[in-house]
């Protein structure tokens, strides 16, 4: 058990809705990651957030958003799905800012499945 | 071009046998880390690395950051050890992540 929560761990929607994805991190960290994996583009980095602030940013969409809360929970918004947005989708946290100063860990995944 | 490479792509191996996975980098990196993903989707980080090697356990992880490369090592192979596993580069110019395709590894006993 990493100790990072991530829910839900699966997800059925229709073409055009919006999911939230939820990642509690392990307790102390202050950095949220998050990342998706398809099976076309293997593990791609999104967004990455510290201590409530955007810190970083990958290949994020712009229909796809996230933010921080004050209890250091994440939720990483998806909108106006498309099917090619189906993918899992990983949130990791580390108890620094920079990903070369301390070790990731990762939550369990959530699996989206798009209709 | 994918930033980050990985070989190969998929590896089988009789069990206690000795396992090597490369990965070459084409970015400007401050670390490397090795990840493992066991067929249940999840992810484990095995390794942080930006200079020389580690050892844990059976697994050893090394990396040459003028040759912008990196080796996974397992001795003695386990079909335990089956799962994917993928280098990932953190790059402090653009502060983020790449990944390589990862490799898959099939440990028979």
């Known amino acids: 058990d990493s100790g990072v929560t991530q829910t839900p761990k699966h997800l059925i929607t229709a073409t055009g809705q919006r999911v939230t994805l939820r990642c509690s991190p392990r307790?102390?960290?202050?950095?949220v990651y998050w990342y998706q994996q398809s099976l076309d583009q293997g593990l791609q980095f999104l967004i990455q957030?510290?201590?409530?602030?955007?810190?970083a940013k990958g290949n994020i969409l712009e229909r796809f958003s996230a933010q921080q809360f004050p209890d250091l929970h994440s939720e990483l918004n998806l909108s106006s799905l498309e099917l090619g947005d189906s993918a899992l989708y990983f949130c990791?946290?580390?108890?620094?800012?920079?990903?070369?100063?301390?070790?990731?860990?990762f939550g369990e995944g959530s699996r989206l499945t798009v209709l | 071009k994918n930033e980050v490479e990985q070989s190969p792509q998929n590896l089988t191996a009789q069990e206690g046998e000795f396992i090597t996975i490369n990965c070459s980098y084409s970015v400007g990196i401050s670390a490397l880390h090795w990840l493992q993903q066991h067929p249940g989707g999840g992810i484990v980080s095995l390794f942080m690395?930006?200079?020389g090697k580690k050892k844990h356990g059976r697994l050893i992880a090394t990396i040459n950051i003028q040759e912008k490369h990196s080796s996974l090592h397992i001795t003695a192979s386990h079909p335990r050890d089956s799962a994917v596993y993928i280098c990932a580069v953190f790059s402090n110019t653009g502060n983020q992540f790449y990944f390589g395709t990862g490799t898959s590894l099939t440990v028979i006993p």
């Open positions: 307790s102390g960290d202050l950095s």
């Open positions: 957030y510290y201590n409530g602030e955007e810190r």
């Open positions: 690395l930006s200079s």
């Open positions: 990791a946290s580390s108890v620094d800012y920079r990903g070369d100063t301390g070790e990731l860990f």
